[in-house]
């Protein structure tokens, strides 16, 4: 007794529900790093606003990792004060200080800690929602 089984059918859709699962998180992720920007971007310190024009976003999918990166890069003579902005504490200067900040935070150090830490489970249930939606 022989059995032949022609799974291409199977395998093809199979393959459609991956790829579309696969597209849904990487729009996903692009939503939920383009909130974070918009976030770090309006809390990160004002002097001439270079800081908040030297944010950078971009996500990037692997075999086995799907990331969302957002930056902040400011330099003036040769220093990088995007990284003391983030990390230092210190006195905001007039134009930070009376700045309203956004989403229930203000504006000051930790400008990307603060809303990523303070996001994070939304940010994972959205990949999760968008995924098993494409799945249904």
Do not use: C
Request: hydrophobic share 35%; no cysteine.
């Amino acid at each position: 007794m022989s059995f032949d089984f022609d799974a291409s059918d199977f395998l093809n859709r199979l393959n459609r529900t991956e790829h579309g699962a696969e597209q849904a998180a990487v729009r996903a992720m692009e939503d939920n790093t383009d909130d974070l920007a918009r976030i770090a971007q309006n809390i990160a310190p004002i002097d001439k606003a270079t800081l908040r024009r030297g944010m950078q976003k971009k996500v990037k999918l692997s075999r086995d990792r799907l990331i969302g990166e957002v930056s902040f890069r400011a330099v003036e003579n040769g220093f990088n004060y995007a990284i003391w902005t983030h990390e230092a504490d210190y006195n905001l200067g007039p134009t930070s200080a009376q700045a309203g900040g956004t989403d229930g935070y203000t504006v000051g150090n930790k400008y990307l800690e603060r809303p990523l830490k303070g996001e994070a489970e939304k940010y994972i249930r959205n990949v999760a929602e968008a995924v098993r939606e494409e799945l249904r």
